[in-house]
């Protein structure tokens, strides 16, 4: 069957990941914006349009991260709720989708399907909902219903939440109405309802999916549109492309169902030179010596300031067992000791001081795309031309002017080699990914 | 000494929900234009309905001076994510956000989400917590959190950020819950949303009156509101602002309101049905007695036309509306002062150094 051979589109798109937290996005520079004021936002969505970005997107995190049991001080924090930002966006652009980071465990299907509809019908068919899960009592601490998820549960969870949720969304009997009644007995919730909306002019929210692990990539290729992937070095992505086939196709879904958008940073130049100069300054503002410390400490689990930056890792070993959930499902669940071994045995090794070992660490090695325009466009080019994805999303190092030369050099140049967008396909987010109709949702999830 | 008293101005409200959302940022535009203070957003489940703060959010960057107020429930909602998503309205709207905090009495809603059914004393329990934790969080992150401190490698300063460790109290008759904080979005930039409820729901062993900045009241008919204003203002005190709910149904192209006011009222706000003249005389009334009137059209286009061309030009040349303020706060169209902190640590070592 033709729809069980992938097909290279020879094409890729981008979509802007706006963090709001972490080291990644670079705040002591004096050209750093605002994180909170509406105009960094506009003026990011914006750009990304202006470049015929597919899809701007949110992330979500419901507890504040913590270092040591205070609130963490040396990143980016503090940022919108992405849906109610995301309407205000809509406002002001026409094209480009809207993807909102929403958790499963901390809301009700009835009302986050809902939300999300009314997003999608307001923006006139551009709304996505990057589908999150989270397991932690901690993160449970500022909810009416506390921490109640196993970690082994998640995905099932999540999906008999996505289920449901589809089943709203497609409870329409014609596209002007009725709805049909849609009624789900869980083992964590219960739904009873009658949707008060219909269907938008992409039918329904694009879904987007981040899980890694074999049961996250079962799920994906089961439900998701788009998998907003950790996997955006050449290799790495041909192998995760082949593995996302395989898994579609086992899930009774076409090849090219399911599309790979990888995380991804950009720093470019008029030269390679200039490019590596720029990524010096960029890596030095995103560790500081303050960060590199920070980082440590949270694995050691105590203070490590009288510790040099600049000189070898601690020698003293850490004082707990495994790392917490505190600071972000990234640091969780580390074994501290074995790790500590083996991160002094490696910078040895490498002869790196704190500062570096921890910058190797966190920077986005594999994801980093670092060159002149030229020389990366034609790397781009080689991944459309193989199909290894089917876009970028990039997260900018930079609010709000991270995206200024990616959109007036760089796309340009993808343009002129024949593999990025000239134009927006559509209106609806659906048709700009170029995804099909989705399958209306049937019978209910048995979960 | 001036020989006649100082005329009391007070605001407009329109409510936006016959734009839906196809239309709704012409529709936000005209009631900002025809000189409206603030619109606001039903959340009531009828089909076709979009998310009333979602509609608000949306209303934020087209316009410049009118307050952006969605109804959101209190009872079938997570306190947490109502309190991130009105910040955010702040932040989208440039500081024109307000609340209207409601509590859905409905069998359907608890259905929707597998909650028991909240009814009588209970409700205005969920309100009362709701409005807490969402003001709790707001202040749990001070005005000058973000310090963007390069010396010391701090974003921001941590003794700023603060646990709102909110929990029910022990009489609350739906399951206990907590939150702890602090918000994930920095304090509002009015610090404090205004919040406006139904005066129904506020009161002694109601919501407390200091938890809300306005009450909205109703009455049967325009003839009624008077006294129902007078009431309000002396059960509740004179630091709560009263809206009085009207709605209108005017003469318009050459068709007299009566044959236009077609639908039967059974409940709701007082009806007026007449030409713009009466209904300006009937406004500046109530605004002598209520700090604003929030107005419910018969079809929106219609009347706001109307009112746009007719009402308000007279009321202005009355005195009796207060000037819009051009880039103010939702906090500034109802003259509240700006809003105290109430874990700053500025204003305790301030009182620390006095002693």
Excluded at chain 1, 307 to 325: F, K, M, N, Q
Excluded at chain 2, 100 to 118: L, Y
Excluded at chain 2, 279 to 304: F, I, M, N, P
């Amino acid at each position: 069957m033709t729809r069980d051979i992938f097909q290279p589109s020879g094409q890729i798109q981008f979509g802007i990941f706006f963090q709001g937290v972490n080291s990644g996005t670079i705040w002591k520079a004096p050209q750093a914006g605002s994180q909170t004021d509406f105009e960094s936002f506009r003026h990011i969505a914006q750009t990304a349009e202006r470049g015929k970005f597919a899809a701007f997107f949110l992330g979500e995190g419901l507890r504040l991260r913590e270092h040591l049991g205070r609130p963490h001080a040396l990143d980016v924090v503090g940022r919108p709720d992405a849906q109610t930002m995301l309407a205000a966006l809509a406002a002001v652009t026409k094209n480009i989708g809207l993807v909102a980071t929403q958790n499963t465990t901390y809301n009700d299907p009835a009302d986050l399907a809902h939300r999300l509809s009314s997003l999608d019908l307001i923006s006139g068919g551009r709304a996505a909902w990057n589908i999150v899960t989270t397991d932690n009592a901690w993160t449970g601490a500022n909810f009416r219903r506390g921490g109640y998820l196993d970690h082994a549960d998640r995905y099932k969870h999540a999906e008999a939440f996505v289920e449901t949720s589809k089943r709203l969304w497609d409870s329409w009997e014609t596209p002007t109405g009725p709805a049909r009644r849609v009624h789900h007995e869980g083992q964590h919730y219960t739904v009873d309802v009658t949707p008060r909306l219909l269907r938008s002019a992409q039918y329904r929210p694009v879904l987007f999916q981040a899980g890694d692990s074999p049961d996250g990539r079962d799920f994906a290729a089961r439900q998701a549109d788009v998998i907003f992937s950790a996997h955006p070095k050449f290799d790495d992505a041909v192998e995760f492309r082949r593995d996302i086939v395989a898994r579609s196709i086992a899930a009774g879904r076409g090849a090219s169902a399911v599309q790979i958008m990888p995380a991804s940073e950009f720093i470019l130049g008029a030269t390679d030179q200039e490019a590596q100069e720029k990524k010096a300054w960029v890596r030095s503002l995103q560790i500081g010596p303050q960060q590199a410390i920070a980082y440590l400490e949270q694995f050691w689990g105590r203070e490590l300031s009288s510790y040099d930056p600049d000189g070898p890792l601690p020698e003293i070993d850490p004082v707990v067992e495994e790392t917490s959930e505190t600071r972000g499902s990234g640091f969780h669940g580390a074994k501290a000791r074995q790790l500590a071994d083996q991160w002094r045995a490696e910078a040895k090794d490498k002869g790196l001081s704190i500062r570096q070992f921890v910058t190797s660490k966190t920077a986005r090695i594999d994801s980093t795309f670092t060159g002149s325009y030229t020389a990366v466009a034609d790397h781009l080019a080689e991944y459309a031309r193989v199909g290894a994805v089917d876009g970028f999303n990039i997260s900018p190092w930079l609010i709000p002017t991270g995206l200024d030369d990616i959109v007036n050099h760089l796309v340009p140049e993808l343009q002129e080699r024949g593999v990025y967008p000239t134009e927006y396909r559509g209106t609806t987010l659906r048709e700009n990914l170029g995804l099909e109709t989705p399958v209306r949702s049937g019978e209910p999830a048995h979960v | 000494m001036s020989t006649f008293e100082e005329r009391k101005a007070g605001f407009l409200a329109i409510e936006l929900d016959g734009a839906g959302y196809e239309n709704l940022a012409t529709a936000v535009l005209a009631a900002e234009s025809a000189g409206f203070h603030a619109a606001t957003f039903k959340d009531t489940p009828e089909a076709g309905r979009t998310n009333a703060l979602q509609r608000a959010a949306f209303a934020g960057p087209v316009t410049r001076t009118i307050a952006v107020v969605p109804e959101v429930d209190t009872v079938y909602t997570e306190p947490f994510h109502v309190s991130t998503q009105l910040a955010s309205l702040d932040y989208v709207s440039g500081g024109r956000a307000g609340w209207i905090a409601t509590a859905a009495e409905s069998r359907e809603a608890a259905a929707a989400v597998g909650r028991s059914f909240v009814q009588g004393e209970a409700l205005a329990q969920e309100a009362a917590a709701s409005i807490e934790v969402s003001r709790r969080l707001w202040d749990s992150w001070e005005d000058d959190a973000v310090i963007r401190d390069v010396a010391t490698g701090r974003y921001i300063d941590v003794d700023k950020l603060h646990y709102a460790d909110f929990e029910t109290p022990a009489d609350f008759a739906g399951p206990a819950y907590s939150v702890k904080g602090p918000s994930i979005i920095p304090r509002p930039l009015q610090g404090q949303l205004p919040v406006l409820a139904a005066a129904s729901l506020v009161g002694e062993g109601l919501v407390p009156a200091d938890a809300v900045d306005a009450v909205l009241v109703s009455a049967p008919t325009p003839e009624l509101l008077a006294a129902e204003i007078r009431d309000a203002r002396a059960r509740l005190g004179a630091s709560v602002a009263i809206v009085a709910e009207l709605d209108v149904v005017l003469d318009s192209r050459g068709q007299a309101a009566e044959l236009r006011a077609l639908t039967s009222q059974e409940s709701g706000p007082a009806r007026f049905v007449g030409s713009a003249a009466d209904l300006t005389e009937l406004l500046d009334s109530l605004l002598q007695e209520a700090d604003g009137v929030r107005l419910h059209t018969a079809v929106l286009d219609v009347e706001l036309e109307e009112l746009s061309r007719l009402v308000l030009p007279e009321l202005r040349r009355r005195g009796a509306l207060r000037p819009p303020i051009q880039d103010g706060t939702f906090r500034d169209v109802l003259g509240l002062a700006p809003a105290e902190n109430r874990y700053s640590t500025t204003a305790a070592a301030t009182v620390a150094a006095e002693k």
